[in-house]
């Protein structure tokens, strides 16, 4: 089915906990509604009451609490659905429907391809909507970071990553936290002289000045001024002292900066 400008699938995007960010995804065709991940019960209860949307399935990305810990209340409230990675399955607490690398899960008339994007955990996936150009990016992409290494290899998430860079590059990248302007701050110190990534560090500066959301990014946003998307950058292989090694180790090398910043 293609998309006019009033069937397209409509986001409502809200925060939860200290940083989180949760989303309601609804299908105008169908009515059907999804929250991907549940930080806490209660502002999923308010984005539904606000906009009248009637919760019909939980989409996790992975099992971590503060993705899960509203599965079981919400599910026991509103006799949803929950959806989740085949791989996390024992960890994900109620799941009914799991998914692994390139199922496709149907909201409606809405359709979403998996992704197994082991790294962050050992099980997580992201979901993309292709013909809505938008995905839910959970802890494996960051706007200008990307998940820590909590269950995988540098390599797995390297792998991970460039799974996403095959989007095209106008995609809307959903992720689950709010992690933006210290993302920036590290990443200019591993990549100084790339102007959009200074330009982006400053725009998102005053965002959250503003305590504004800084989310959506775009694939393309991130390509351009994400560090762990960018590890053939000469600039930021040249500050790590790595210029020409092979680009997993420039990444592994950054996560290890990243995680001692
Ligand atoms: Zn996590």
Same mark, same amino acid.
Request: hydrophobic share 35%.
């Given at each position: 089915?293609?998309?006019?400008?009033?069937?397209?699938?409509? !986001?409502?995007?809200?925060?939860? @906990?200290?940083?989180?960010?949760?989303?309601?995804? /609804? $299908?105008?065709?169908?009515?059907?509604?999804?929250?991907?991940?549940? #930080?806490?019960?209660? #502002?999923? &209860?308010?984005? @539904?009451?606000?906009?009248?949307? *009637?919760?019909?399935?939980?989409?996790?990305? %992975?099992?971590?609490?503060? %993705?899960?810990?509203?599965?079981?209340?919400?599910?026991?409230?509103?006799?949803?659905? !929950?959806?989740?990675?085949?791989?996390?399955?024992?960890?994900? #607490?109620? !799941?009914?429907?799991? @998914?692994?690398?390139?199922?496709?899960?149907?909201?409606?008339?809405? +359709?979403?391809?998996?992704?197994?994007?082991?790294? %962050?955990?050992?099980?997580?996936?992201?979901? /993309?909507?292709? &013909?809505?150009?938008?995905?839910?990016?959970?802890?494996?992409?960051?706007?200008?970071?990307?998940? =820590?290494?909590?269950?995988?290899?540098?390599?797995? +998430?390297?792998?991970?990553?460039?799974?996403?860079?095959?989007?095209?590059?106008?995609?809307?990248?959903?992720?689950? /936290? &709010?992690? *933006?302007?210290?993302?920036? &701050?590290?990443?200019?110190?591993?990549?100084?002289?790339?102007?959009?990534?200074?330009?982006?560090?400053?725009?998102?500066?005053? @965002?959250?000045?503003?305590?504004?959301?800084?989310?959506?990014? *775009?694939?393309?946003?991130?390509?351009?001024?994400?560090?762990?998307?960018? #590890? +053939?950058?000469?600039?930021?292989?040249?500050?790590?002292?790595?210029?020409?090694?092979?680009?997993?180790?420039?990444?592994?090398?950054? =996560?290890? =900066?990243? $995680?001692?910043?």
């Amino acid at each position: 089915m293609s998309n006019t400008p009033d069937n397209r699938l409509q !986001i409502h995007q809200f925060s939860a @906990l200290s940083d989180n960010y949760c989303y309601l995804v /609804h $299908d105008p065709d169908s009515k059907l509604t999804g929250v991907v991940d549940t #930080p806490e019960v209660a #502002p999923v &209860e308010t984005a @539904l009451a606000e906009t009248g949307w *009637t919760l019909n399935y939980i989409l996790n990305t %992975h099992h971590h609490h503060d %993705h899960t810990g509203g599965n079981l209340e919400l599910k026991e409230k509103t006799g949803c659905k !929950i959806v989740g990675s085949m791989a996390e399955a024992d960890r994900t #607490p109620g !799941i009914d429907i799991m @998914l692994g690398d390139g199922d496709k899960f149907e909201l409606g008339s809405k +359709m979403a391809t998996v992704y197994a994007t082991p790294g %962050h955990t050992s099980g997580h996936i992201v979901y /993309h909507f292709a &013909e809505d150009n938008l995905a839910f990016t959970g802890d494996t992409l960051f706007s200008m970071g990307c998940g =820590r290494l909590f269950e995988g290899t540098a390599e797995q +998430m390297w792998d991970s990553l460039q799974k996403l860079l095959a989007w095209p590059d106008d995609t809307l990248v959903y992720c689950a /936290h &709010e992690y *933006t302007q210290s993302n920036a &701050e590290f990443a200019l110190t591993v990549e100084p002289d790339n102007n959009q990534l200074i330009e982006r560090a400053s725009q998102v500066a005053e @965002l959250r000045q503003k305590d504004q959301a800084t989310i959506p990014s *775009t694939i393309g946003l991130e390509r351009a001024t994400n560090p762990f998307l960018r #590890p +053939m950058s000469p600039n930021l292989q040249a500050t790590l002292g790595m210029s020409g090694a092979p680009l997993v180790d420039v990444f592994a090398e950054t =996560r290890l =900066r990243k $995680d001692n910043f």
